[in-house]
């Protein structure tokens, strides 16, 4: 499994590991007249990645997962090298989730030539909120899923609102660049307790864990003041960002109330807005959204049930 040039079929699933793999099996999948949807993560699947493969199997007749850690989307310093992995583990729970092609390659396949020197520049959506601090960041998302979007062709593509930012910014990468995708985006996956589900909660020390739940209840927190008819953006947000700092063990990168499509700072909030954040626990960096106004439906994991988590 760890041969980058070999396509096998690892207990009923196509682990492809080459672009050749990929082809024939996308050739395949095209004489069988099979509609595609295509589920791209980094890997170390959790149940936030699996609720994004049910909603695509909504969609289309096969779904196709990828898991690559795009190295262009990391800044220098970040977690690129320490970066969580568990490729078996992962292609036994896409597995169980009705997966059956897995394309998994290493750097050189997915940059046979280096590192791509034409880039996708994500425009100035891409310089708010995350991407004040992660310059580089949207740049290699959008340009590693534009070349999965022209290596695999997929119908329907789906991605989480956990990542809000770079869902906006796919949808308005298709749009601009009249790429033939739908971009889906499935719901904020949660454990019990409200932290969002991430590949990173696994760097969080046990009591960094006990911590980390506060965000997103002083995000709800704020959602339901604005409930209360607190409207004012700057209201809404000082109160996030002087609770989760009062509370210690959190540094705050930004709390913003921005508009859910240009992702522009609103000075009143409307329903519908996006309250979107970042923070730091140690060395380890959360984000999560709640939509303003919107019942929250965000799906939450049980507590008891830790076989679902990464
Ligand atoms: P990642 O592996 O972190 O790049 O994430 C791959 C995809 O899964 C992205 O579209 C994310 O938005 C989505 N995702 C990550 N965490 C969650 C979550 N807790 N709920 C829903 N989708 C998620």
């Known amino acids: 499994m760890s041969d980058p040039s070999e396509s096998v079929r690892v207990e009923g699933v196509h682990l492809l590991r080459d672009r050749v793999a990929l082809q024939e099996a996308l050739a395949e999948l095209r004489e069988r007249g099979d509609s595609l949807a295509l589920v791209p993560t980094m890997g170390y699947l959790h149940e936030g990645h699996l609720s994004l493969v049910d909603q695509a199997h909504?969609?289309?007749?096969?779904?196709?997962?990828?898991?690559?850690?795009?190295?262009?989307?990391?800044?220098?310093?970040?977690?690129?090298?320490?970066?969580?992995?568990?490729?078996?583990?992962?292609?036994?729970?896409?597995r169980a989730r009705g997966v059956t092609h897995i394309f998994a390659p290493p750097v050189s396949e997915?940059?046979?030539?280096?590192?791509?020197?034409?880039?996708v520049d994500p425009g100035p959506m891409g310089k708010r909120l995350c991407g004040i601090s992660r310059p580089h960041h949207f740049p290699g998302v959008l340009t590693v899923v534009a070349r999965l979007f022209a290596l695999i062709r997929p119908d329907v593509a789906v991605f989480g609102r956990k990542d809000y930012q770079q869902a906006v910014l796919i949808r308005?990468?298709?749009?601009?660049?009249?790429?033939?995708?739908d971009v889906q985006v499935g719901p904020l996956v949660r454990e019990h307790d409200g932290l969002a589900l991430s590949s990173r909660n696994v760097y969080l020390s046990p009591i960094q864990r006990e911590v980390a739940p506060r965000f997103q209840a002083e995000l709800?927190?704020?959602?339901?003041?604005?409930?209360?008819?607190?409207?004012?953006?700057?209201?809404?947000?000082?109160?996030?960002?002087?609770?989760?700092?009062?509370?210690?063990?959190m540094r705050v990168e930004y709390i913003e109330v921005v508009h859910p499509e240009t992702l522009l700072p609103m000075e009143t909030a409307r329903v519908g807005a996006v309250l979107a954040g970042a923070v730091h626990i140690g060395s380890t960096r959360l984000i999560d959204n709640v939509?303003?106004?919107?019942?929250?439906?965000?799906?939450?994991?049980?507590?008891?049930?830790?076989?679902?988590?990464?």
Do not use: C, W
């Not at 997915?110 to 880039?119: A, L, Q, W």
């Not at 308005?172 to 995708?181: C, E, I, S």
């Not at 939509?291 to 990464?310: F, M, Q």
């Open 172 to 181: 308005q990468m298709v749009r601009d660049l009249a790429l033939d995708v």
């Open 58 to 94: 909504g969609s289309a007749d096969t779904v196709l997962l990828t898991i690559f850690v795009n190295p262009l989307q990391f800044g220098e310093g970040e977690d690129l090298e320490h970066y969580p992995t568990d490729l078996e583990g992962d292609v036994r729970k896409a």
């Open 110 to 119: 997915m940059y046979p030539d280096g590192p791509p020197v034409i880039r």
């Open 220 to 249: 709800a927190r704020a959602a339901s003041d604005f409930l209360g008819g607190m409207t004012e953006a700057r209201h809404l947000v000082s109160g996030v960002r002087d609770r989760l700092e009062r509370g210690g063990g």
């Open 291 to 310: 939509l303003l106004g919107v019942r929250d439906e965000d799906p939450r994991l049980p507590p008891s049930d830790r076989s679902r988590r990464a």
